[in-house]
């Protein structure tokens, strides 16, 4: 059996479970109250899901302890990013941003705070495709993004060094390595396969799950971004409709192959 991460909410410390624990909760001083009693070489992260709340407590508290703050809003929430740049001074902090109408506006206010980004891409639709394709070119041609925005970040290298690596992995929602924990308790597989029961071979590693459960679609089989992607995009729905994902792969692609272009021309 693969070591599991578990996703839990702060309230369901109590409850019985080995592995890595990434701990949720709204309220940043009742958290590392709840911690104090546990082992923190288990914590392998927070995340912060109120960005209303006030994350002072965490400035100084277990310094290195990746930090993930979560929008649920982001055209509502951007603004709120301003009174966590201090936590920076001591964590890792990344901003998840789903990816809804005007998410741009928090991409754009994260990386000028110096924040790296998650996006949580869902299935996006046409409308969404185009300011994904905005998001993606600020990323690309501003020289001041110094932060990486995942999933572009870790795309863009799998083309450029050619080992691509599935967003399963690069979104942290591998189902081989992670498990949700519901506020009752439930376990389910993580992110975008919650809920969802898939059947693979016992201690199946993530190109196994890939192979046998996640890219079974006959479009993801014949897909020039297997690869990168590993079907993700399939799931929950199972018709989405793949062309504007494709392409932003693409555009992806095509920003690798220049990039490794104009490193071979100052090399030569
Ligand atoms: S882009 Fe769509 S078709 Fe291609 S691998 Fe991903 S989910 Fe499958």
């Known amino acids: 059996m693969n070591e ?7 309230h369901r410390l109590a409850d019985d479970r080995t592995g890595g624990l990434i701990v949720r909760a ?39 302890l990746p930090v993930e703050l979560v929008m649920r809003d982001p055209a ?7 009174r966590h740049s201090n936590l920076l001074d001591n964590h890792p902090v990344r901003i ?11 991409v754009k206010t994260a990386v000028a705070l110096d924040f790296a980004v998650r996006l949580e891409p ?7 495709i185009g300011e994904l394709t905005a998001v993606l070119e600020f990323y690309l ?11 572009f970040h870790s795309a863009l290298l799998g083309f450029y060094h050619d080992e691509p690596m599935p967003l399963w992995r690069v979104l942290d929602e591998e189902p081989d390595r ?10 389910s597989l993580s992110g975008r396969l919650a809920g969802i029961e898939l059947t693979v071979t ?19 089989r014949a897909c020039a971004f297997l690869n990168s992607c590993g079907g993700y995009f399939k799931w929950p729905r199972r018709d989405y409709d793949c062309a504007g994902v494709k392409q932003i792969f693409g555009l992806l692609r095509a920003a690798a192959a220049e990039l490794r272009h104009d490193v071979e021309s100052v090399e030569a």
């Open 26 to 64: 709204t309220d940043p001083a009742a958290l590392i109250a709840a911690l104090e009693p546990h082992d923190p070489e288990r914590v392998i992260a927070i995340q912060l899901l109120a960005l209303d709340a006030d994350s002072e407590p965490l400035n100084a508290w277990a310094p290195g």
């Open 96 to 106: 998840v941003i789903p990816v809804t109408p005007d998410f741009g506006k928090a």
């Open 141 to 151: 041609r501003q020289p001041t993004v110094a932060q990486p925005i995942e999933y």
């Open 4 to 10: 599991l991460t578990y996703n839990i909410p702060v």
């Open 76 to 82: 509502a929430e951007f603004p709120l990013l301003y």
């Open 122 to 128: 869902g299935q996006p639709d046409p409308a969404l």
């Open 178 to 187: 992670l498990r949700d924990v519901g506020d009752d308790g439930a376990e």
């Open 202 to 220: 016992p201690d199946a590693d993530l190109n196994a799950w890939i192979e046998q459960a996640l890219a079974t679609a006959e479009e993801c």
